[in-house]
């Protein structure tokens, strides 16, 4: 089994910054991807920002350039640096893990952070 805790969630004013970061525990495998996905009420949950464990990135065009998703795999822990937060960005961020294991797949999510966009 794989936990995921994250953090560094919050309120910010527009223009500002923020950084989340979550790190894995348990059974992970060594090759595999973290992300991140957002939800705002009455939308559906979005691809924010993804990494390999060989540091291969993609990006929703919405944070192109603002947000920057990384990794260090000796703590097993993703982050995302968000700049120049707009209020479109305000969601519960939600930390995803995923990968195959012998031909099967696996998706574990962490519990999700607000981030609060607003003056």
């Not at 992970?28 to 705002?40: D, E, K, T, V």
């Not at 930390?95 to 999700?112: A, D, E, M």
Request: aromatic share 10%; glycine share 12%; hydrophobic share 35%.
């Amino acid at each position: 089994q794989v936990q995921l805790v994250e953090s560094g969630g919050g309120l910010v004013q527009p223009g500002g910054s923020l950084r989340l970061s979550c790190a894995a525990s348990g059974s992970i495998f060594s090759s595999n991807a973290m992300g991140w996905h957002r939800q705002a009420p009455g939308n559906e949950r979005e691809l924010v920002a993804s990494i390999t464990s060989a540091g291969n990135t993609n990006y929703a065009d919405s944070v192109k350039g603002r947000f920057t998703i990384s990794r260090d795999n000796a703590k097993n822990t993703v982050y995302l640096q968000m700049n120049s937060l707009k209020p479109e960005d305000a969601a519960v961020y939600y930390c995803h893990l995923w990968g195959v294991r012998l031909g099967t797949p696996y998706h574990y999510w962490g519990q999700g952070t607000q981030v609060t966009v607003s003056s």
